[in-house]
């Protein structure tokens, strides 16, 4: 079993950027990948990236690149997703989830999301 | 990428059965295996229910499974439950960018 417990709310102006974290639990951090998805209010979800289990590669959403970046810090078994330029329509709830080594393109573990505000 | 098309909504009566589609194209769903499908209910996280298609994980309940044809996947959950009022969105892994893409959700109500 994994749990991933993301940091806390965040209220943000136009144009900065927001650094969230997804810290997983045991000894089996460097077994997942890590995906971020978001969902704006009343909405669907949507893939924004996610960061390969070695840590040392990342791939993201098109649309979504430049603006993003997903890091791990494997000391302290945390994966990070800032992302930047925000817009009043990147307010959203934003997911951690995981995806098992292998490669099993489906998202086995949440995290309990995080709400990013955008506004002036 | 465009989102996957799925009802708006979908309502059952205890005890009955109901299908959830999702419709992709030849580039998502009709080109491969991953389609997973997720529960959400009313401010919580994404619950996994279905991965490959009609692959349950341990703990899901035998009543939810899964099914393709073409380009169109679809949920089918019988003997439905009180518990089981929640919003399903389905997912696809595209080989493309996006690496995923995500239905437009379903609401789930049971009368």
């Known amino acids: 079993q994994v749990q991933l417990v993301q940091s806390g709310a965040e209220l943000k102006k136009p144009g900065t950027s927001v650094n969230l974290s997804c810290k997983l639990s045991g000894n089996t951090f460097m077994s997942y990948y890590v995906h971020w998805m978001r969902q704006a209010p009343g909405q669907g979800l949507e893939w924004l990236g996610c960061i390969f289990p070695s840590g040392d590669y990342s791939v993201y959403a098109q649309r979504f690149q430049g603006r993003v970046t997903v890091t791990r810090d494997t000391s302290a078994t945390t994966v990070s997703m800032e992302l930047s330029s925000l817009r009043s329509d990147d307010t959203a709830v934003y997911y951690c989830?995981?995806?098992?080594?292998?490669?099993?393109?489906?998202?086995?573990?949440w995290g309990q999301g995080t709400l990013v505000t955008v506004s002036s | 990428q465009s989102a996957l098309t799925q009802p708006a909504s979908v309502s059952g009566s205890p005890g009955q059965s109901i299908t959830i589609s999702c419709t992709g194209t030849?580039?998502?769903?009709?080109?491969?295996?991953?389609v997973s499908w997720y529960q959400q209910h009313p401010g919580k996280a994404p619950k996994l229910m279905i991965y490959d298609v009609s692959s349950r994980p341990s703990g899901v309940s035998n009543r939810f499974s899964g099914s393709k044809s073409g380009n169109t996947v679809s949920l089918i959950i019988s003997g439905l439950q009180a518990e089981d009022e929640a919003d399903y969105y389905c997912t696809s892994f595209t080989g493309s960018s996006p690496a995923y893409v995500f239905g437009t959700g379903t609401k789930v109500t049971v009368l």
């Open positions: 030849s580039s998502d769903i009709g080109r491969y295996k991953y």
């Open positions: 989830a995981t995806e098992d080594m292998t490669a099993t393109k489906y998202f086995n573990y």
